[in-house]
């Protein structure tokens, strides 16, 4: 297995709603991560898990709170976003967050927040 | 601030031609690499990374790097409409970070 796998692949929230966005790999890295990226934009780095604890945080406001369960699995728990938090949400995995390898990414959540 | 600058395009080629993408780079330590294509819409797919001065050939794609003068690029040759894409140049300015740092991206449109 080669893929990252997020889920789900469109949402659309209130800004008063809770949700959350699933990452999941199964190639044994052990650093994962979570980007945004609005249109015509580069990917912003939001968040790097790696061996399941929180490495860096890219002063992201608390309404995104990030969950690493397993090695295998990254959370994204969203509640009272804002409209200009929509964008692609887009997770990512490499064998060591400390290294030259490059990145898996999964197809991302597109996210719209009304 | 360190800085990885891209043309945006979009970058124009017929279609057999040959495909020069570049990129530069602010921060002279940096260590790795990479190139990313992005379709419209999708995610970003890693298609080629170097660490040394010189060219890395990887079928149609040859990414050269040049440390000295601080620029990495990317030629595409025979290229394709399905080439058409943003190629993100990325860059980890030191060793042992966690954080790539993208270029804003060179849209390029190979044309039939």
């Known amino acids: 297995d080669t893929e990252v796998t997020q889920t789900p692949k469109h949402l659309v929230m209130g800004m008063t709603n809770k949700k959350s966005l699933k990452c999941e790999q199964h190639m044994g890295h052990r650093a994962m991560y979570w980007y945004k990226q609005k249109a015509k934009k580069p990917p912003e780095l939001m968040f790097v898990y790696s061996y399941e604890k929180l490495s860096i945080n890219e002063s992201v406001p608390s309404r995104f709170s990030p969950e690493c369960p397993n090695s295998s699995l990254l959370n994204l728990h969203l509640h009272a976003l804002q409209p200009e938090d929509s964008a692609l949400y887009l997770c990512?995995?490499?064998?060591?967050?400390?290294?030259?390898?490059?990145?898996?990414f999964g197809s991302g959540t597109r996210l719209t927040v009304v | 601030q360190k800085e990885v600058e891209q043309n945006s395009g979009p970058l124009s080629v017929p279609e057999g031609a040959i495909a020069s993408l570049n990129c530069t780079y602010s921060d002279r330590g940096s260590q790795s690499f990479f190139w990313y294509r992005q379709y419209s819409g999708k995610s970003p797919e890693l298609i080629m990374s170097?660490?040394?001065?010189g060219d890395k050939e990887d079928g149609r794609f040859t990414a050269q790097l040049n440390k000295a003068s601080q620029y990495v690029s990317l030629l595409i040759r025979d290229s394709q409409p399905s080439d058409s894409a943003t190629y993100l140049c990325a860059v980890i300015p030191v060793t042992g970070t966690y954080k790539y740092i993208f270029g804003t991206g060179t849209r390029l449109k190979v044309l039939a």
């Open positions: 170097i660490y040394s001065n």
């Open positions: 990512a995995s490499s064998q060591e967050a400390d290294s030259d390898y490059g990145y898996t």
